[in-house]
């Protein structure tokens, strides 16, 4: 154990988040049993750290982090180490990578029964069900950790600490928050930078970002979808096929018979697939109001803007479909979004019709919200779409 309190050490002393993550303060960290979902590299082993710095410290002994991958566990039980740390005061344990241990959720299940004074922060992958696993629910509390909203990666790079907003603060008063951010910064000399590199945090390690992505998207395939999922490594050409097919004509209304034709499976396998992809974080799926799966969306996008680049490095990608994805995306946050009504594209929390515009001079009628490109500020129903980066 003490080479785990080593290696916790050293972690949180070299530790430098750029910035803060607003989810810290949403989690009720009283609760025993702590789940920190998220796709791969969002950073959820960073979210874990920078909570042992905050509320302990490098040197407080309370407090340990530790990996799952570690060899260490091979030989010896997660509920043991877990009953040992307890007894040496131990307070809260932080455990990374819980899904590549075998056996996690009941042993999880049997420190949060054997082990009351003992707190648990796990983090896993978004495509884990953890209030569906019969051994965690009704004890386990989850959150989702998701890549950098605009705002935090316009915070980041400009130095400054604009708060986040509702989006019925972003609705009634776009002109005021829009006004009072401009006086500081200027959001679309950062925003197109976003849509292409600012989801995901390793944008900020020197190496190729597209080449980074690619393999973080091909880690998703092969470690969150089929080892969690348990689906046979054969299936994982099919997999990519479909994803890259989505990826090409996103936004789409998939045709569901001609993608079984293209990647020889079942109708039923293809939403399966399609269904996995969306809990990957790889998609996201548009349906009509009081419509969901198993039927069929009416659009797929991109999860993000900046999952469409690298995937087509020939092919310029539309910034119009870039943007939509944009509003989807950072929207969807504590929102719900369905298929637009009219000409719209998103019909948002039942209430409000979006068109998503990147020709800041268009004409607009007074029947619809606007979310547009390359404006600065807005006035009434024309809000800048920058903005709705400012949801967390």
């Not at 530790?15 to 969002?42: A, C, F, Q, T």
């Not at 909570?51 to 002994?61: C, L, S």
């Not at 369905?338 to 004409?363: M, Q």
């Amino acid at each position: 154990m003490e080479s785990f309190f080593r290696t916790h050490k050293y972690l949180i002393e070299h530790l430098h988040p750029l910035v803060r993550r607003e989810l810290m303060d949403e989690i009720n960290w009283d609760d025993r049993l702590i789940g920190i979902k998220g796709s791969r590299g969002v950073g959820k082993t960073t979210f874990l750290l920078d909570y042992a710095r905050e509320a302990f410290g490098a040197d407080n002994r309370e407090c340990l982090y530790v990996n799952l991958n570690h060899f260490y566990f091979t030989e010896r039980t997660l509920m043991d180490f877990a009953t040992e740390f307890s007894a040496k005061g131990g307070r809260v344990l932080l455990i990374d990578q819980v899904f590549k241990y075998s056996g996690w959720s009941k042993e999880l299940r049997y420190c949060y029964e054997q082990l009351p004074d003992l707190r648990i922060v796990f983090s896993g992958s978004s495509v884990m069900r953890l209030k569906d696993d019969p051994d965690l629910a009704g004890k386990v509390v989850s959150y989702n950790l998701r890549g950098f909203s605009f705002r935090e990666y316009l915070n980041m790079l400009s130095e400054n600490h604009f708060p986040s907003y509702k989006f019925q603060d972003i609705i009634e008063r776009h002109e005021e928050i829009a006004k009072e951010i401009c006086t500081k910064v200027r959001p679309l000399d950062y925003f197109h930078n976003y849509l292409h590199h600012g989801f995901y945090p390793f944008f900020l390690e020197k190496r190729n970002f597209s080449e980074n992505l690619l393999k973080t998207m091909n880690m998703m395939l092969e470690v969150d979808v089929l080892y969690i999922k348990q689906i046979e490594q054969t299936y994982l050409p099919k997999l990519r096929r479909l994803l890259y097919l989505l990826a090409i004509s996103s936004p789409c209304s998939p045709n569901v018979s001609q993608l079984s034709k293209e990647i020889e499976t079942s109708r039923a396998t293809v939403m399966n697939y399609i269904k996995y992809l969306k809990d990957a974080r790889l998609v996201n799926m548009l349906y009509p109001a009081g419509e969901d799966f198993p039927k069929k969306p009416a659009k797929i996008y991109m999860y993000n803007s900046n999952l469409m680049y690298p995937i087509s490095p020939v092919d310029k990608v539309d910034i119009g479909v870039a943007c939509e994805t944009f509003f989807f995306n950072q929207v969807q946050k504590d929102n719900i979004l369905h298929e637009g009504r009219k000409n719209a594209h998103f019909w948002v929390n039942d209430a409000y019709n979006f068109r998503i515009e990147t020709n800041p001079k268009f004409k607009g009628s007074a029947d619809m919200y606007y979310a547009v490109d390359e404006l600065e500020s807005g006035e009434g129903h024309v809000i800048p779409l920058w903005l709705f980066g400012f949801l967390y």
